[in-house]
């Protein structure tokens, strides 16, 4: 085993075994470990083993995504009781029977919420700019239902609501899904409820360029009536709530409820595709102006590939 295998090895075993500790070590802990390892890193004076090296640095790494996400928490005083917000949505909105509408509506009114039983109940993901009269710089996201809204919200929007926010927790039961630690893993602070109040409006009803694409989408599946739509979207948008409980059985006889989870499977694939695409596209360029000419065309070929992938990632939600 190699010098940096040893060190990467190490850090992996420090890293996991942070799932065991009781308590975060303090802010003051992880400085003077950041300094050893600063000092270890150029051997001054002495000559370390470089799994010492990759522990300390497993350790750092550690402690500080445990005090980044303990940063985003919020205060104790605006829990279990009902507070008014400032917050972006981050869900998309989609819904068929509404696209056409709400596409072509202006973006300066208000949406009417559509009178469909299956939109009575809405859950929302937002990123907080302000809870109360506190103004917030890091933008902590929140999960929340909202039972009958009275209006539409769609991705990019900015909203003022009265909200009644609890604190991430599961079921105690160690054999079913984990859902705190999944709330946790999509760095979501609070879970609740929407309250009906005259304050809920819309502050900024600008939308987001991928609720854009989508909204656009739906309009033309409408119009050329494609059956297949929810498929298309979960696997450019991600968005598979337009499934129905017969397509979920479907995916899990079948074994491929993965295919519409977008992964870096995905990318591998779109990026191999405008790979090959640019690839073939300056090949053709270069025999045109000159057929001796015979540079090396494939790092190009890959640079050009990558703002493709990223913009696929954006589309499905990162």
């Known amino acids: 085993m190699s010098k940096l295998h040893r060190a990467m090895f190490a850090f992996i075993i420090v890293f996991l075994s942070s799932l065991f500790w009781p308590v975060l070590p303090s802010i003051q802990i992880v400085a003077t470990c950041v300094l050893i390892a600063i000092v270890v890193a150029l051997r001054l004076?002495?000559?370390?083993?470089?799994?010492?090296?990759?522990?300390?640095?497993?350790?750092?790494?550690?402690?500080?995504?445990?005090?980044?996400?303990?940063?985003?928490?919020?205060?104790?005083?605006?829990?279990?009781?009902?507070v008014i917000i400032e917050a972006t949505v981050e869900s998309l909105h989609i819904q068929l029977n509404a696209a056409t509408q709400s596409y072509v509506l202006?973006?300066?009114?208000?949406?009417?919420?559509?009178?469909?039983k299956l939109s009575e109940y809405k859950t929302l993901i937002l990123q907080l700019n302000k809870i109360g009269k506190t103004r917030l710089y890091h933008s902590p996201r929140i999960r929340l239902s909202w039972f009958e809204p009275d209006i539409v919200l769609h991705q990019g929007n900015k909203v003022r609501l009265l909200v009644s926010i609890k604190r991430p927790h599961a079921l105690a039961n160690e054999f079913g899904f984990n859902r705190q630690k999944?709330?946790?893993?999509?760095?979501?602070?609070?879970?609740?409820?929407?309250?009906?109040?005259?304050?809920?409006?819309?502050?900024?009803?600008?939308n987001s360029l991928r609720q854009a694409l989508a909204n656009r989408l739906l309009k033309y599946a409408i119009k050329l009536n494609l059956q297949n739509i929810?498929?298309?979207?979960?696997?450019?948008?991600?968005?598979?709530?337009?499934?129905?409980?017969?397509?979920?059985?479907?995916?899990?006889?079948?074994?491929?409820?993965?295919?519409?989870?977008?992964?870096?499977?995905?990318?591998?694939?779109?990026?191999?595709?405008?790979?090959?695409?640019?690839?073939?596209?300056?090949?053709?360029?270069?025999?045109?102006?000159?057929?001796?000419y015979q540079p090396n065309i494939v790092p190009w070929a890959l640079v050009a590939s990558i703002p493709f992938c990223l913009f696929y990632a954006y589309l499905s939600g990162f």
């Open 45 to 82: 004076r002495f000559q370390v083993k470089t799994w010492v090296i990759g522990a300390i640095l497993g350790f750092v790494w550690a402690s500080s995504v445990g005090h980044w996400y303990s940063s985003w928490q919020l205060p104790n005083r605006y829990f279990n009781q009902n």
């Open 106 to 116: 202006k973006s300066t009114q208000v949406y009417p919420q559509s009178s469909n």
């Open 182 to 206: 999944w709330l946790a893993s999509q760095n979501i602070v609070g879970i609740g409820s929407v309250r009906s109040s005259p304050s809920n409006s819309l502050l900024q009803t600008s």
């Open 230 to 292: 929810r498929w298309i979207l979960a696997l450019s948008f991600g968005e598979r709530s337009l499934f129905t409980k017969t397509d979920w059985k479907l995916l899990q006889t079948t074994g491929t409820a993965h295919l519409f989870a977008i992964s870096g499977l995905h990318l591998g694939i779109v990026s191999l595709l405008f790979f090959r695409l640019t690839k073939t596209v300056l090949f053709l360029a270069i025999r045109v102006k000159s057929s001796n």
